[in-house]
C-alpha cells in the first residue's frame, strides 16, 4: 500500500474475496435494494450507510483560531472531524469542502447531496452567513442540521455554567451573564441560556463596540439579541459592563481583558474565556480572580470543547431516525454531560473528560428521549 495522506479513509463492511461475493453486494444482487429504496426511500436509513453518515460542511470561512482560510485549507480540519466521530460515535462522517461563500450555492449544494447522508454538521462558517444557511437548510430538508459552532458551543457551555453556579451557589435565574461575541458561538448561548431559565435581564451581549441594545443601530441576529436579551439596557464596553457580572463568557478573541477588570465581577465570579488558543484574559492572571474558570484549552483544567457534544448529539440524532434538532434535545444534552460529573465536581472539574466512555451513550440517550424514541 502505498503512503497516503489524511486521517480518514473508506473501508468495506462486507466480504468481496469472490464473484459470489461481487454478485450479492455488486451486480446483480443490488438491484434488489435499489428496487426496495426506489418503492420506500426511507429504507435507505437501514439498508445503506445513510443511517450512520454525517455530512461535515464548510467553506473555510472562519476556521478555529485562523479565520477565513478557504475551503482546500478546511478539508485538514474536517477530516480531523470525521475521525473524532468515528473514534467515539462509531460515525462515519465525510468532509464536504466548499467553493462557493453565496448562501444560495451552498444550500443548494447541501440540499442535493442531503440524500446520501442522515445528518448535516456545518462547521466553521463565518456569521452572519451561517444563520442564514442554517435555517434554510432546517426549513428544506427532512433530517437534521447541526450547527457546530452554534449549539454545540452552546450545549457545553451551558452544561458547564450548571456545574459553575452550583459551586458558587448560584441559581440561574438570578445570575447576571456577560458574554463577548456576538457570532454564531455567542448568539446561540444566549438563546440556550434563556430557553434554560436565564432572564432577559440577566444577558448582556457584547461586539466590538460594547453592549448590545435596542438604541443601537443592528440588524440580522444581533438585533435579535438587543430585542431579547440585556432588558435593563446596560450600555458601554465589555468592560463597563462587567459590573457586577457573575459570569464571563468569552467566545471572541484573544485578549480582550486584563485580568484586573476582572475585579468589578461580583465575588467568586465564573470565568469562561474560551477564544482558542488564546483567551479572552490570560489564564494566569484570572486565575486571582476567578472562583471557577475555564478555557478551550486541553493544557489547562475545564477545557470546554465542542467534542464534547457532537459525537453524542449526532449519535443520539442518527439513533432516533430525528429530521430535526430541537431545544428539547439541546437542553436534555447539556443536563447529560453536566451530570455526569455530579457530585465529584469541583473548581477544577466541572465537565468530564472527552475519553469518558459514559459520555456518548448518555448524550445520545439523552438526544433519543427528548425525541421520543
Sequence with gaps: MSDRAGKIEIRARVELDDADDLAVHYTPGVAEAAKRIAAEPSRSRTETVKGNAVAIVSDGSA???LGDQGPAAALPVMEGKAALFSRFADIDAWPICIASREPDDVVRTVRDLATSFGAINLEDVAAPRCFEIERRLREELDIPVF???QHGTAMVVLAALHNALALTGRDAARTRVVIAGAGA????TARLLLAAGYTEAGIVVCDSKGALHPGRQLDGEKAWLAE???SDRAEGSLVEVLDGADVFIGVSAPDLLAPEDLSRMADRPVVFALANPDPEVDPRGAQEHAAVLATGRSDLPNQINNVLVFPG???GLLDAGADTLTVDMQLAGARAIAELVGDDRSPEHIVPSVFD????PALAGAVCDAAGR
Design 313 to 315: 448529539v449526532l449519535r
Design 147 to 149: 450547527h457546530d459552532d
Design 185 to 188: 458561538a455567542g448568539s446561540a
Design 228 to 230: 431579547h436579551t440585556n
Design 357 to 360: 466512555e459514559r459520555l456518548v
Design 63 to 65: 476556521l478555529l483560531g
